[in-house]
């Protein structure tokens, strides 16, 4: 029997019912495991899950609203991009951890070890070296480092990643799709195995500095930072920059983030706005007596070249790279120029994937990086 191989698309349609017909006929294919979709949170959303949960039917499908979604076409605005995966080379269960303002750690491992026994049934093989794990989660729940660190704790050597979704950089409400419908305040697990071999990765394009911004005021539950070195946050953070408070704006979050400092290694902290009163809202945890050190960047597009290169040594030609790729890169490629040049190694290493309000790597959520999972071509050799 011949491999059935992973199919990607992406539909630039703007209405919501002919994109998700446009992907569909790109993507269907017999014994379908999985599929995986982002679309612009601009598309009527009703619409789209009511399309895509008549298209798919009985075939597990997951999903996220963006800020850019990545694919054949690049990288882009307003689209809907996605994957199938064939039955033939993937075992794929998923689930929903819905109330995530009321997350709890024990819900978090009853759906991860639900899962990890379902897909034992799906997949009697399954094991760490041969399963990954990754998660979609509502980008404004300001839950994502609870949920990844007891999803990671429970799944154990199964390495978790993850995006937050995203809404066009609007800051209301983002979604996640599950079941045949958007949801917000939730989060869904996907657990996939496979024969064939694969990478998780991560990589950021950032080098710490000596200058340092101590926490002095915040409220750690908004992820709002009110003081850093006794001064209001905003005024502070504009000073160290060099830039008039009054001028902040994305392009400065973008291009100067500050890194906490995580068992020897950076971790970046991303702004998401400066608020009218003085205080800057992050995008990750931030408390009261952190650390932070002002980051500035390397070249962003050789550090991208370097990263599909070296999946390439490990793995071979991907014949999917699939990942969650920070808002505040896809800012930095837009004002530097860099789209075209950005889309042209996405598009020849089979990128699928969105901009997000954050990633999660390994159970820990960062910010300002590109993080996911590369999967090799394989040979029919290995499933003789």
Partial sequence: MGMQNIRIAQSCATQARQAAAEFYESVVQPDMELVVFFCSSEYDLDALAAEIDRLFGGVQVVGCTTSGEIGPAGYHQHSLSGVSFPAG??????????????FEI????????????????????????NSFAFML?????IREEPVAHALQHSLGRIALFGGSAADDQ?????????????????????????????RIFKTQHFVSTDERLVVTEADASKRIIKEINGLPAAEEYARVVGVDRHDLGPAHFAAS???????????????????????????????EGLVFRL????????????TFEKIREEIGPPQLIFGFDCILRNLEVSQNGWRERVSEIFRSNNTIGF??????????????TF???AIGQGTEARHA
Avoid at 259 to 282: C, E, H, K, P, W
């Fill in 371 to 373: 993080t996911g999972v």
């Fill in 170 to 198: 609007k800051f209301l409400k983002t979604f996640v799709y599950s079941n045949g419908r958007f949801h917000s305040d939730s989060a869904v697990l996907i657990l996939v195995s496979t024969s064939l071999p694969f």
């Fill in 257 to 287: 983030p500050v890194v906490v400092m995580i068992g020897g290694t950076d971790y970046v902290r991303s702004i998401q706005t400066a608020n009218a009163d003085g205080s800057l809202t992050f995008f990750c945890a931030i408390e």
């Fill in 295 to 306: 980051a500035h960047g390397l070249d962003l597009v050789n550090n991208l070249e370097q």
């Fill in 355 to 368: 901009s997000s309000y954050g990633e999660q790597y390994r159970g820990i959520h960062v910010n300002q």
């Fill in 137 to 141: 989660i509502d980008g404004l729940s």
């Fill in 89 to 102: 080379s993937y075992a794929a269960v998923t689930g929903l951890v819905d109330r995530l303002g009321q």
């Fill in 106 to 129: 024990s819900r978090g491992n009853d759906v991860a070890r639900t899962l990890l026994h379902r897909l034992e049934d799906r997949a009697p093989q399954a094991c760490p070296d």
